[in-house]
């Protein structure tokens, strides 16, 4: 069994969770340290989006132990990691009402609400709010409504919210989705110069795409039919052969100027 390591930010131990007979995950081992920014990557039902939301304290698994901040799931108030935790996902985007106003999207973060719930808030948080908004490369959309924004928009929003309470960690549930090419690796640019901050928190991102990987990652978790692949630095995990046992086809991939490419062969 793995040592409990009280300073990491993520530690699993045998963690599995189950839904009637289905196995979402199984017997997960796995640490997030603090100064480390990690990526999941899977295809389609591997569980990504699971391991995410117990990251998030958002779920508790079905057996084995997960720690967050060093405190175990289950034996904690989630109420209290949760402001610690930012996090950016499809679940989460589903509930933001259409005609919630950007600007009180981002700041009632603060308060672990989504959008506004009185009428004024601190006019430093208001001021981070817009500041983090321009960080994502969304400036000046402060008063537009949630609904009237583009897909890439919305994700960008969705990170500052993310942002607003400065968290410990970072969870980002596939951030470049229904991005174009451009909005992609402008996103990428942002998240990299976000990731190189020395006060930068531990990260999670998870996606489907090597492409979309940020230079700065420094971790890979690949996941399959709810099963680790392979964990660990990014240069020893993504290789072809582990890669190709990930997706299940025949895959070459190469590191160029800090990004990844993968393609079949
Ligand atoms: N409540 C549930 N009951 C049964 N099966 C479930 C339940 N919730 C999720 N699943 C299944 O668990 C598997 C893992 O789901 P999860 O959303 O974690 O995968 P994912 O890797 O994020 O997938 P995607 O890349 O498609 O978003 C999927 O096959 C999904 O259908």
């Given at each position: ?7 990491a930010v993520?530690q ?14 199984d017997?997960i ?17 591997a569980?990504?989006?699971t391991?995410?939301q117990?990251a998030?304290?958002?779920l ?8 967050v901040f060093?405190?175990?799931l289950?034996s ?7 402001p610690?935790i ?11 009402p259409?005609?919630?106003?950007v ?7 603060g308060?672990s ?5 009185r009428?004024?808030?601190g006019?430093?948080?208001v001021r ?5 908004l ?5 400036a ?5 409504t949630?609904g009237?924004?583009?897909e890439g928009?919305r994700?960008?929003?969705q990170?500052?919210?993310a942002?607003?309470?400065d968290?410990?960690l ?14 992609r690796?402008?996103l990428?640019r942002?998240?990299t110069?976000?990731?190189?901050d020395p006060?930068?928190?531990a990260?999670?991102?998870v996606?489907?795409?090597v492409e979309?990987?940020?230079p700065?990652?420094?971790h890979v978790?690949l ?19 582990s890669?190709s046992?990930?997706f299940g ?7 160029r100027?800090?990004r ?6």
């Amino acid at each position: 069994m793995a040592e409990l390591n009280q300073d990491a930010v993520l530690q699993f131990v045998d963690v599995t969770v189950r839904r009637g007979s289905k196995v979402l995950l199984d017997s997960i081992n796995w640490t997030v340290e603090e100064d480390e920014r990690w990526a999941v990557l899977g295809p389609n039902g591997a569980g990504k989006t699971t391991l995410l939301q117990l990251a998030a304290a958002n779920l508790h698994p079905t057996s084995g132990d997960a720690y967050v901040f060093g405190q175990r799931l289950g034996s904690v108030d989630v109420f209290e990691l949760r402001p610690r935790i930012g996090l950016s996902s499809a679940a989460l985007a589903q509930r933001i009402p259409a005609g919630e106003q950007v600007i009180d999207l981002v700041v009632s973060a603060g308060y672990s609400v989504l959008g506004r719930w009185r009428e004024a808030y601190g006019r430093l948080d208001v001021r981070r709010a817009a500041r983090l908004l321009e960080r994502l490369g969304v400036a000046g959309m402060d008063e537009r409504t949630y609904g009237t924004l583009s897909e890439g928009e919305r994700k960008r929003v969705q990170i500052a919210r993310a942002l607003m309470t400065d968290p410990e960690l970072l969870l980002l549930d596939e951030p470049a989705a229904g991005m174009d090419l451009g909005g992609r690796e402008d996103l990428l640019r942002r998240l990299t110069r976000l990731a190189a901050d020395p006060g930068a928190p531990a990260s999670v991102l998870v996606t489907h795409h090597v492409e979309e990987l940020p230079p700065g990652i420094s971790h890979v978790l690949l996941l399959r039919e709810g099963a680790v692949v392979a964990a660990g630095l990014a240069r020893d995990v993504l290789t072809a052969e582990s890669l190709s046992a990930t997706f299940g086809l025949s895959l070459r991939i190469e590191r160029r100027d800090g990004r990844w490419y993968a393609r079949a062969v």
